[in-house]
């Protein structure tokens, strides 16, 4: 292979992500070269530019957009908006409501991923105002821009849950492990009193989108398995209820789910959706087609409707019509994440109104893409760059496997490894990926390294 | 993980161990010199010190195994397919090579073999 196809071939990296086939073309080119040539072509491909490029919210995709853009773009003036000092690394909340790790596990710094260049404005986004090309933040101040990428995450609408008070999570078997690193260990210690004493455990997952679809039936997975660890799974009912006639938006995920559940005895309620907790009775409601219908519990894991956070909702930027308008997500073409009526916006991640995936793994496939076509633009040029809706789950099937679940728009299940992991095996080798490698990765994302 | 970048992976291990990569590495290219210089020195293999060496070997696999099961919060019946039995193999395998040519190439720069 000579020098100006290996070129081409990792400038083609750099610009769509670098796929399987392009890979083991450059497996071809040899590992000498291979050390070398990428960065150096990365470098090459740096743009001049005075464009102002605003990010609402430095989470996940926040930071990742904020290193990918940084890292090509050269005289641009770069700027993140949010209020949150701390960065919680999310994927581990599970981990941590599981007891597998500490607190300490999930919560880092924002300004740890900061890009050289970046500047960073510590204060919430008040209003969006796409027409007049700015937004405004929680003090009053307004902030211009020639491009936006909204990455605000969503909004955890407890509220939205008659009886439901977030101060009592950890206490009176009131679990739910997403609220913040805190309540995530909190959870813990109510799961674990769980397993000592058995009962009913609850659990749920809500009538809206949401992020990582896959935790809640994980958490049913681990509270089963802590179960059976002390002796005490005779001792304990499992009830998973589902807002919706599926376990799994993918079919073949949910018949495997469906099996497991059989499996481990979990007893599952199809189209239950929680309306209220008595958290001193120990009582949820939840409305179903026949009704509502109430639920006794010694344990439940309560997971919020999940909306875009308030600014966005009632900002222009959100779908005006179908299912997605009424939560607020951002009206963007699920392909390249630009918006669909305001071509200088770019939504990414949690708050994108696109179909499946609000995880990380979606946010490291869609950045690269979102940037792309947002960098074609200050260039002047076309951009192919294509995201196909991958996402991944490890999903926790027991303490010690998961299933790599890999999918994309199309229910497709898209394995990394073909014919080496399984994607509805349950694997201590998925268990290791998730333990061990996730939370590289993800830091390695945050800083456009991978 | 849909795509395997050589350069993520380093970023990636980089992430995971820290300084210790560099360490990890300058072990494994200073053992690796050092014991083809032994080769290159000596001519031959050496039967006692190698079933030694082989011997120090399958403590170092064990070892690995205890350490990965330890990083990975894993227990000792997770296994679950063939991929496990294969990662199994290949951590016992490297730390049994790992340690088999360590202490190997330490015992025949401190005893040189009478010829």
Known sequence: MDHQTLAKIVDDAGRQGLNRRSFLRLGAAGAGSLLLTPASARAATKTRSSARIVIAGAGAAGLAAASHLAARLEGASITLVDARK????????????????????????????????????????????????????????????DYLIVATGLKLDYAAIAGMEVEQIGNNGLGSIYHSPAKAEATWRAMSNFADTGGVGVFLRPGTEMKCAGAPLKYTFITDDYLRRRGNRGKAELVYNANNKALFSVPIVHEKVRMLFEDRGVKVNYERILESVDIGRKLAVFKTPIGP?????????????????????????????????????????????????????????????????????????????????????????????????????????????????????????????????????????????????????????????? | MKELDPLVFLAVFQEMLGPLLWLMILVIVVGTAAFVALLLKERTINSKRLVRAEFAGLAGGVLA?????????????????PADWFLIALVFGLGLAGTAILVYTVLGWRQPAKS
């Open chain 1, 86 to 145: 701390e960065h919680f690394y999310q994927p581990g909340f599970t981990l941590v409501a599981a007891g597998i790790k500490p607190m300490s596990y999930v919560v880092s710094a924002t300004r740890d991923y900061l890009p050289a260049g970046v500047e960073l404005i510590e204060e919430a986004v008040a209003e969006f105002d796409p027409e007049g090309n700015k937004l405004v933040t929680a003090s009053g101040k307004p902030v211009p821009y």
């Open chain 1, 293 to 450: 219908v109430e639920l006794q519990y010694d344990f439940i894991n309560v997971i919020p409707p999940m909306r875009a956070p308030d600014p966005v909702r009632n900002s222009p930027l959100r779908w005006q019509e179908g299912g997605w308008a009424n939560d607020g997500w951002i009206e963007v073409d699920k392909h390249n994440l630009r918006h669909k009526r305001f071509a200088n916006v770019f939504a990414l991640g949690d708050v994108a109104g696109v179909p499946k995936g609000k995880t990380a793994a979606s946010v490291k496939w869609q950045v690269p893409v979102a940037v792309d076509h947002l960098l074609a633009s200050i260039e002047g040029r076309e951009s192919s760059a294509h995201y196909g809706g991958y996402t991944s789950c490890p999903l926790i099937t027991r303490l010690g496997q998961a299933m790599l679940v890999e999918f994309d728009y199309k229910d497709n299940l898209v394995p990394s490894f073909p014919g080496v992991i399984a994607p509805l095996e349950e694997l201590w080798i998925s268990w290791v990926m998730k333990t061990m490698a996730l939370k590289p990765t993800y830091i390695s994302m945050l800083r456009g390294r991978a």
């Open chain 2, 65 to 81: 195994l205890v350490l990965m099961a330890k990083v990975s919060s894993s227990g000792f019946t997770d296994a679950g397919g």
